[in-house]
């Protein structure tokens, strides 16, 4: 693709980042059939190629208006466009830096934006959104059925074991998993316990970042990536094998920390080496003998959800099927596997129509192999699939661990 970007643009890192994504698109339009806006709206300008056109012309100058940054807000970032792209588009990361130029030009209302930040406030910090998911859970017989769906139960998981073991790994706590679905990290805790690896959960860590830099508040996410990066570095120094995350998401984007921060010269250096030891739970599994967890999933007819945070951002389509399949359980199809749930973050919450339109398509597709129940690997779309289903949504970590007993 030729580019004009504006030469003052252009000097910037941002800048030259951007026409080198914009110039690997050749239009062909493969991404188009394997983007869930687009089969759900049937407007180019709902698909990848077409927000790669209306992110070009912003970059060359032309005229913004708020319709371009209603195409934009409806991108899910689900990035199977860039498992389709046969040219390697850096889709998602040229939505970033479109989408932070663009909320410059086009001021949202004094409520968006007010909302905007009540998300960035309360999400991504555990303790805050801890209270507010207490007073639902509290409250929830007295909620509308609708608004009760969204609010999940109170876990009770039970205790880590204490570290004992000479292999260590360090494990990404996070925010509304740390509050919603505590159960995730303790079964990891205890699974790899039985393996031989012992987690180390620093109390100084936070939240990954991704809230912030996902609502163009790049100073903010950074800064969070910064406060686990110091969490992190006296482990790491020590010998911890890895920076492990249970949930896809995060993991996608502690992976990118090498990149996002390559222009600190503070942290540049520490970013690569987390992130060259950021580790999904599969991705560790996977290499361990798992004989000696001595589970028989005994043919159990249970359902995946791959994240697209998963299968597209990471490339770790199949590896936790393979686990589960190794294990006995039996997994049933899923047709359209690559397309989004609709959760994506704070998308269902700031995009509820079509959010619920793609739980509504994805739930069908995950029951029609009528499952025991229905796994996944990342927080968010355990909870908006719960959301939709009268079915148990767990991580599948959980399966693992049943033997122990579960909160």
């Not at 039970?158 to 079964?187: F, H, K, Y």
Request: proline share 6%.
């Amino acid at each position: 693709m030729q580019t004009s970007l504006e030469q003052g643009f252009l000097q910037t890192p941002e800048g030259a980042e951007a026409e080198a994504i914009l110039r690997a698109c050749v239009h062909c339009g493969f991404c188009t059939a394997t983007c869930p806006t687009y089969q759900l709206l049937g407007d180019e300008l709902d698909g990848p190629r077409g927000r790669i056109y209306l992110i070009k012309q912003v970059m060359e100058g032309e005229p913004v208006t708020a319709r371009t940054q209603v195409h934009l807000d409806r991108c899910l970032s689900c990035r199977s466009c860039e498992t389709t792209c046969p040219s390697g588009v850096r889709y998602g990361r040229l939505l970033d830096i479109g989408r932070s130029l663009v909320d410059q030009r086009v001021s949202r209302s004094p409520l968006s934006r007010a909302f905007r930040w009540g998300l960035r406030q309360l999400l991504a910090h555990p303790a805050r959104f801890g209270r507010l998911l207490r007073l639902g859970q509290w409250s929830s017989p007295l909620l509308p059925a609708a608004l009760k769906a969204q609010v999940p139960p109170r876990q009770r998981p039970a205790p880590r074991p204490v570290r004992r073991l000479d292999r260590t790994m360090l494990v990404l706590e996070g925010c509304a998993q740390s509050v919603a679905t505590p159960n995730t990290n303790a079964a990891a805790a205890r699974v790899l316990d039985r393996l031989g690896i012992s987690l180390i959960s620093p109390p100084e860590q936070g939240c990954c970042g991704a809230v912030s830099h996902h609502l163009s508040a790049h100073a903010e996410g950074l800064d969070f990536m910064r406060r686990n990066i110091d969490a992190w570095w006296p482990h790491i120094q020590a010998g911890a094998e890895a920076v492990l995350i249970t949930a896809s998401g995060c993991g996608a984007v502690v992976k990118e920390y090498g990149e996002l921060l390559r222009h600190d010269p503070a942290y540049a250096e520490k970013a690569v080496r987390v992130s060259g030891l950021a580790r999904d739970l599969s991705e560790v599994l996977a290499g361990e003998d798992l004989s000696a967890l001595k589970i028989d999933g005994a043919g159990r007819r249970v359902t995946f959800h791959s994240p697209c945070t998963l299968q597209h951002a990471q490339q770790l389509n199949g590896v936790v099927e393979s686990i589960l399949r190794h294990l006995g359980f039996r997994l049933t199809a899923v047709s359209d596997p690559h397309l989004c749930c609709g959760s994506a973050g704070t998308y269902s919450i700031l995009q509820p129509k079509l959010s619920r339109r793609l739980l509504k398509n994805k739930l069908e597709s995950l029951e029609s192999g009528d499952p025991e129940l229905i796994v996944t690997a990342n927080i968010g779309c355990q909870l908006h699939l719960q959301s939709g289903t009268r079915r148990v949504v767990r991580h599948w970590i959980e399966l693992l661990d049943e033997k122990q007993g579960l909160g």
